[in-house]
Protein backbone atom coordinates (compact mmCIF):
# COMPACT_ATOMS: atom_id res chain seq x y z
CA UNK A 1 0.00 0.00 0.00
CA UNK A 2 0.65 3.65 -0.10
CA UNK A 3 2.45 3.70 -3.83
CA UNK A 4 2.84 7.33 -5.54
CA UNK A 5 3.41 7.64 -8.73
CA UNK A 6 5.11 10.00 -10.86
CA UNK A 7 4.69 10.37 -14.87
CA UNK A 8 7.28 10.94 -17.04
CA UNK A 9 10.06 9.55 -15.22
CA UNK A 10 12.09 11.01 -17.61
CA UNK A 11 11.59 14.36 -19.95
CA UNK A 12 13.76 16.35 -22.46
CA UNK A 13 12.73 19.60 -23.28
CA UNK A 14 13.80 22.90 -25.32
CA UNK A 15 14.48 25.57 -23.73
CA UNK A 16 11.59 28.22 -23.51
CA UNK A 17 9.19 25.73 -23.07
CA UNK A 18 6.74 24.71 -20.87
CA UNK A 19 6.67 20.92 -18.61
CA UNK A 20 3.87 19.04 -16.38
CA UNK A 21 4.83 16.57 -14.15
CA UNK A 22 2.03 14.54 -12.22
CA UNK A 23 2.15 13.15 -8.79
CA UNK A 24 -0.89 10.64 -8.26
CA UNK A 25 -1.09 8.66 -4.70
CA UNK A 26 -2.70 5.27 -6.23
CA UNK A 27 -3.92 3.33 -3.50
CA UNK A 28 -4.74 5.98 -0.77
CA UNK A 29 -5.89 9.65 -0.63
CA UNK A 30 -3.74 12.20 0.40
CA UNK A 31 -4.34 15.79 1.70
CA UNK A 32 -1.24 17.29 1.11
CA UNK A 33 1.37 16.80 -1.37
CA UNK A 34 5.19 18.11 -1.25
CA UNK A 35 7.47 19.14 -4.49
CA UNK A 36 11.01 18.20 -3.64
CA UNK A 37 13.95 19.30 -5.78
CA UNK A 38 17.11 16.90 -5.73
CA UNK A 39 20.51 17.78 -7.49
CA UNK A 40 22.64 15.68 -8.03
CA UNK A 41 24.30 13.74 -4.85
CA UNK A 42 22.47 16.42 -2.93
CA UNK A 43 20.15 16.31 -0.54
CA UNK A 44 15.84 17.02 -1.52
CA UNK A 45 14.81 20.59 -1.03
CA UNK A 46 11.09 21.68 -0.37
CA UNK A 47 9.73 23.77 -3.35
CA UNK A 48 6.22 23.72 -2.13
CA UNK A 49 3.55 22.68 -0.24
CA UNK A 50 0.04 22.01 -1.26
CA UNK A 51 -2.89 20.89 -0.20
CA UNK A 52 -6.03 19.59 -2.32
CA UNK A 53 -8.46 22.35 -3.73
CA UNK A 54 -5.69 25.22 -2.29
CA UNK A 55 -3.07 27.35 -3.22
CA UNK A 56 -0.15 25.76 -2.94
CA UNK A 57 2.44 27.37 -0.57
CA UNK A 58 6.15 28.07 -1.65
CA UNK A 59 9.36 27.74 -0.11
CA UNK A 60 11.66 31.11 0.06
CA UNK A 61 13.34 31.51 -2.98
CA UNK A 62 11.05 29.12 -5.02
CA UNK A 63 9.36 30.83 -8.06
CA UNK A 64 6.02 30.53 -7.64
CA UNK A 65 5.16 31.88 -11.34
CA UNK A 66 7.86 29.53 -12.49
CA UNK A 67 6.73 26.65 -10.38
CA UNK A 68 3.08 25.93 -11.12
CA UNK A 69 1.25 23.36 -8.71
CA UNK A 70 -2.11 22.24 -8.80
CA UNK A 71 -3.75 20.01 -6.44
CA UNK A 72 -6.81 18.96 -8.49
CA UNK A 73 -7.98 16.38 -6.51
CA UNK A 74 -6.76 14.09 -3.52
CA UNK A 75 -4.93 11.81 -5.31
CA UNK A 76 -3.35 14.12 -7.81
CA UNK A 77 -0.85 17.15 -7.71
CA UNK A 78 0.81 18.46 -11.08
CA UNK A 79 4.03 20.58 -11.47
CA UNK A 80 4.53 22.79 -14.29
CA UNK A 81 7.83 24.10 -15.33
CA UNK A 82 7.10 27.21 -17.14
CA UNK A 83 9.54 28.41 -19.78
CA UNK A 84 12.05 25.98 -18.31
CA UNK A 85 15.99 26.88 -18.91
CA UNK A 86 18.81 24.50 -18.50
CA UNK A 87 19.20 25.63 -14.75
CA UNK A 88 15.81 24.15 -13.82
CA UNK A 89 17.24 20.41 -14.98
CA UNK A 90 17.11 18.72 -12.06
CA UNK A 91 15.38 15.58 -10.37
CA UNK A 92 11.48 15.89 -8.87
CA UNK A 93 10.05 14.71 -6.53
CA UNK A 94 6.71 14.51 -5.27
CA UNK A 95 5.35 12.67 -1.88
CA UNK A 96 2.13 12.47 -0.50
CA UNK A 97 1.21 12.72 3.09
CA UNK A 98 -1.38 10.79 5.50
CA UNK A 99 -2.22 10.74 9.01
CA UNK A 100 0.54 12.39 11.24
CA UNK A 101 4.32 13.03 10.19
CA UNK A 102 4.38 10.28 7.31
CA UNK A 103 5.11 10.67 4.01
CA UNK A 104 5.70 8.38 0.39
CA UNK A 105 7.32 9.43 -1.97
CA UNK A 106 7.05 8.76 -5.92
CA UNK A 107 10.01 7.59 -7.92
CA UNK A 108 11.08 11.05 -9.53
CA UNK A 109 11.20 12.61 -13.05
CA UNK A 110 14.45 13.77 -14.09
CA UNK A 111 14.14 16.87 -16.23
CA UNK A 112 16.47 18.22 -18.75
CA UNK A 113 16.30 20.87 -20.04
CA UNK A 114 18.20 21.51 -23.41
CA UNK B 1 14.74 27.26 12.23
CA UNK B 2 14.72 23.26 11.79
CA UNK B 3 18.35 21.33 10.57
CA UNK B 4 19.77 17.81 10.10
CA UNK B 5 23.28 17.11 9.86
CA UNK B 6 24.40 13.96 9.15
CA UNK B 7 27.82 12.38 7.85
CA UNK B 8 29.33 12.97 4.70
CA UNK B 9 29.72 9.68 2.80
CA UNK B 10 30.58 8.24 0.81
CA UNK B 11 31.15 5.19 3.26
CA UNK B 12 32.29 2.03 1.70
CA UNK B 13 32.24 -1.30 3.64
CA UNK B 14 32.72 -5.01 2.83
CA UNK B 15 30.14 -7.18 3.31
CA UNK B 16 29.09 -8.36 6.80
CA UNK B 17 30.53 -5.14 8.53
CA UNK B 18 29.15 -2.82 10.88
CA UNK B 19 27.57 0.47 9.69
CA UNK B 20 26.94 3.41 11.55
CA UNK B 21 25.94 6.83 9.73
CA UNK B 22 25.38 9.66 12.33
CA UNK B 23 22.66 12.07 12.68
CA UNK B 24 22.09 14.97 14.62
CA UNK B 25 19.52 18.09 14.77
CA UNK B 26 18.61 20.94 15.70
CA UNK B 27 14.93 21.43 15.98
CA UNK B 28 12.39 23.58 17.90
CA UNK B 29 9.52 21.43 20.14
CA UNK B 30 9.99 17.66 20.11
CA UNK B 31 9.85 16.65 16.39
CA UNK B 32 9.71 13.30 14.87
CA UNK B 33 12.76 11.54 13.20
CA UNK B 34 13.21 9.03 10.20
CA UNK B 35 15.57 7.54 8.33
CA UNK B 36 14.71 7.10 4.76
CA UNK B 37 16.75 5.31 2.45
CA UNK B 38 17.22 5.39 -1.81
CA UNK B 39 18.42 2.68 -3.69
CA UNK B 40 19.82 3.54 -6.78
CA UNK B 41 17.10 4.93 -9.23
CA UNK B 42 14.25 4.54 -7.42
CA UNK B 43 12.63 6.97 -4.97
CA UNK B 44 13.14 7.42 -1.47
CA UNK B 45 11.64 4.92 0.80
CA UNK B 46 10.86 5.13 4.70
CA UNK B 47 13.23 3.12 6.76
CA UNK B 48 12.52 3.89 9.99
CA UNK B 49 11.07 6.36 12.33
CA UNK B 50 10.88 7.28 15.88
CA UNK B 51 7.91 10.11 17.30
CA UNK B 52 9.60 10.68 21.09
CA UNK B 53 12.55 10.54 23.16
CA UNK B 54 13.99 7.12 23.47
CA UNK B 55 11.87 5.54 21.10
CA UNK B 56 13.92 2.99 18.91
CA UNK B 57 12.81 2.33 14.82
CA UNK B 58 14.20 -0.98 13.30
CA UNK B 59 13.65 -2.50 10.41
CA UNK B 60 14.97 -5.09 7.86
CA UNK B 61 17.95 -4.99 10.53
CA UNK B 62 18.63 -1.71 11.17
CA UNK B 63 17.95 0.46 14.21
CA UNK B 64 18.13 4.29 15.00
CA UNK B 65 17.36 5.50 19.32
CA UNK B 66 15.66 9.20 19.69
CA UNK B 67 18.40 10.58 21.84
CA UNK B 68 17.04 14.05 22.68
CA UNK B 69 20.07 14.69 25.05
CA UNK B 70 22.31 14.53 22.46
CA UNK B 71 20.26 15.48 19.77
CA UNK B 72 20.90 12.22 17.93
CA UNK B 73 19.50 9.63 15.74
CA UNK B 74 22.17 7.76 14.81
CA UNK B 75 21.34 5.11 11.93
CA UNK B 76 23.20 1.48 12.96
CA UNK B 77 23.53 -2.10 11.27
CA UNK B 78 24.90 -4.80 12.50
CA UNK B 79 25.99 -6.41 9.21
CA UNK B 80 25.37 -5.58 6.15
CA UNK B 81 25.02 -6.31 2.93
CA UNK B 82 25.83 -5.32 -1.32
CA UNK B 83 21.65 -4.83 -1.39
CA UNK B 84 21.95 -2.13 1.60
CA UNK B 85 23.95 -0.12 -1.09
CA UNK B 86 22.06 2.83 -0.99
CA UNK B 87 21.86 6.46 -0.34
CA UNK B 88 20.54 7.31 3.67
CA UNK B 89 18.69 10.38 4.36
CA UNK B 90 18.23 11.86 8.20
CA UNK B 91 15.16 13.47 8.31
CA UNK B 92 12.96 15.49 10.88
CA UNK B 93 9.09 16.66 10.91
CA UNK B 94 8.64 19.26 13.62
CA UNK B 95 5.25 19.39 15.39
CA UNK B 96 5.83 23.18 15.09
CA UNK B 97 5.95 23.00 11.38
CA UNK B 98 2.81 23.52 8.90
CA UNK B 99 1.74 20.99 6.79
CA UNK B 100 3.85 18.02 8.09
CA UNK B 101 6.79 19.35 6.10
CA UNK B 102 10.15 17.36 6.07
CA UNK B 103 13.60 18.75 6.17
CA UNK B 104 16.33 16.40 5.25
CA UNK B 105 20.22 15.75 5.69
CA UNK B 106 22.54 16.30 3.28
CA UNK B 107 22.28 12.25 2.52
CA UNK B 108 24.90 9.65 3.21
CA UNK B 109 26.10 7.02 0.16
CA UNK B 110 26.77 3.53 1.10
CA UNK B 111 28.62 1.47 -0.95
CA UNK B 112 28.92 -2.05 0.13
CA UNK B 113 31.51 -4.32 -1.61
CA UNK B 114 30.73 -8.33 -1.39
Known amino acids: GAVVSQHPSWVICKSGTSVKIECRSL??????MFWYRQFPKQSLMLMATSNEGSKATYEQGVEKDKFLINHASLTLSTLTVTSAHPEDSSFYIC??????????FGPGTRLTVT | GNSVTQMEGPVTLSEEAFLTINCTYTATGYPSLFWYVQYPGEGLQLLLKATKADDKGSNKGFEATYRKETTSFHLEKGSVQVSDSAVYFC?????????????FGGGTRVLVKP
Open chain 1, 27 to 32: DFQATT
Open chain 1, 95 to 104: SAGTGVYEQY
Open chain 2, 91 to 103: ALSSHEAAGNKLT
